[in-house]
């Protein structure tokens, strides 16, 4: 079992963040805004929105605190709030459902399918007269099956939020995933592909999303302000801004990525091409072979018996152990525990239908999920279920030592 923690990108800090961090000390400005005509002035932030806008290939990035606060901005973007309803997957990080609810929006739980992502299948089962938004979360690297989401949202004309906060890199069809749907969240948290530690990136094509995403994120401000301003905010907002501290790790990083993601893809290859799977046991589906991360590699077990003896053998656990990132572990979702003096969108009447969340209220995605284990590529992380595996640097004798115990441990399956 790895003993670090963390994503790949957190494996591949060095010299290159050091020297983004000094430029903002020595310069003294700390906040993301100060005088354009001082020299001293890195601007770090803001080249990091133009370097990931120019990656992704979209027009408009805002880096934010987080990629909690990415999904709020997206969702107050679209003025998604009061009596909308979100359709998202049951399997995904809490904060996909929690922005949604603390948007006073109500969050309409999907399945998933064998991808680990959103069936697109059970979003049209989900969709009512409320339904304003559909957001497909890229889980674990790979990219939702993005042309049949885009089809029904076309059909019912519904806004699509990509949820790309374990997806940076990936791509869909030759298009980076964010650059889909009408907008999209990034994390830079530190068990993403890329990280500041923490902080995060709305990003979208269209402008009058981008002001609104910008103003939300910054007191209502127009884009790209330099300083105080009186009389030009847009709407009112909150304060997500991420720091020029923040902004210089998360620039050295998205210079790192195509690194990153050719380093995560041959050894996710190495280790696949070692593997002997019996016929019974399955690698999940990959949605597009050619443009997932390749952060994880999930093994699918024909019943929740053989997964939980492999799990136990290999001193790891299924997914639908991994905390919140599933449904049912998600006490404060399910208990509607709201804070106090917010009325609970789930039961509002004047909503029109009272909500109820329950365990086991998905029952294929409670399958898939309790017959599915993750083995780490390039996110170690217990939390996620994959405490077991590789990690970016992992050599090549160090790959097929772990190849070699999987392949020991599958003999042992029935």
Known sequence: MNKRIGGPGSFMIGEEEKRELLDVIEGGYLFRYGAEDDPLFQKKVLTFEEEFARYLDIEYCVAVNSGTSALLTCLAALGIGPGDEVIVPGY??????????LSRAIPVLAEIDESLTLDPEDIRKKITDKTK??????????????????????????????????????????????????IGAFSLNMFKTFT????????????DLYERAFGFHDQGHKPRRSGVEIGRRSLIGLDFRMNELTGAVALAQVRKMDTILTLLRSKKKKLKELLHIPENVKFRTINDPEGECATLLTLIFPNKDSADVFAQEAGTETISHSG?????????????????????????????????YTKNMLPRTDDILERSINISIGVVDKGLGSAF????????????????KINDLLRKIP
């Open 92 to 101: 995904t990080f809490i904060a996909s459902i929690s922005s949604i609810v």
């Open 133 to 182: 938004a559909i957001m497909p979360v890229h889980m674990l690297g790979n990219p939702c099956d993005m042309d049949a989401v885009m089809e029904v949202a076309r059909e019912h004309d519904l806004f699509v939020i990509e949820d790309c906060c374990q997806a940076a890199g990936a791509s869909y069809h030759g298009k980076k995933v964010g650059t889909i749907g009408h």
């Open 196 to 207: 500041a530690g923490d902080g995060g990136a709305v990003v979208t094509n269209d402008f």
């Open 324 to 356: 919140w990132h599933v449904y049912n572990n998600m006490e404060q979702i399910l208990g509607k525990k709201v804070p106090t003096d917010y009325p609970c969108p789930y039961e509002c009447e004047a909503y029109g239908r009272k909500r109820e």
């Open 389 to 404: 595996g590789i990690n970016i640097n992992s050599s090549d004798e160090e790959i097929a030592e772990v190849a070699l």
